[in-house]
C-alpha cells in the first residue's frame, strides 16, 4: 500500500514556474514507476511526465518536453515536477501516480495508487 500526497500547486503567471512534490508512504516507494498526470475541467485526464523506479528511464508527453522535468529522490521517498514556462493551457489539477515496476507509463489505467492532486492554475 501507497499513499501519495501532492503539494506545490498554485497560481502563477505565464512564464512563471512551480515546482510540484509528491511524498509517498511506505517503504517500498523504490519499487515503483511513478507518473504526474493532469486533468483540466471537461478533459480527460492526461499523462504529463513519467519515471522508472531506478530514475534511469524517463518520458515525457509532447506539451511537456523541455519545459517540465520529472525527477525522484527514492531516500526522501518524493518524486517532483519542476514546471518551467507555464502557459494558460497547462492549468488543471496534477496528479502523481505509482504503478508496478515496468508500467506503461503514459497510461493512467496502468497505475496502482493516486494522490488527492494539487491545483495548479496560470493566468494570462
Known amino acids: 500500500q501507497v499513499q501519495l500526497v501532492e503539494s506545490g500547486g498554485g497560481l502563477v503567471q505565464a512564464g512563471d514556474s512551480l515546482r510540484l512534490s509528491c511524498a509517498a508512504s511506505?517503504?517500498?516507494?523504490?519499487?515503483?514507476?511513478m507518473g504526474w498526470f493532469r486533468q483540466a475541467p471537461g478533459t480527460e485526464r492526461e499523462f504529463v511526465a513519467g519515471i522508472r523506479w531506478r530514475g534511469d528511464s524517463i518520458y515525457y508527453a509532447d506539451s511537456a518536453k523541455g519545459r517540465f522535468t520529472i525527477s525522484r529522490d527514492n531516500a526522501k521517498t518524493t518524486v517532483y515536477l519542476q514546471m518551467n514556462s507555464l502557459q494558460p493551457e497547462d492549468t488543471a489539477v496534477y496528479y502523481c501516480?505509482?504503478?508496478?515496476?515496468?508500467?506503461?507509463?503514459?497510461?493512467?489505467?496502468?497505475?496502482?495508487?493516486w494522490g488527492q492532486g494539487t491545483q495548479v492554475t496560470v493566468s494570462s
Open positions: 501516480a505509482a504503478g508496478r515496476i515496468g508500467v506503461r507509463v503514459t497510461m493512467s489505467s496502468a497505475y496502482d495508487y
Open positions: 511506505g517503504r517500498t516507494f523504490s519499487t515503483y514507476d
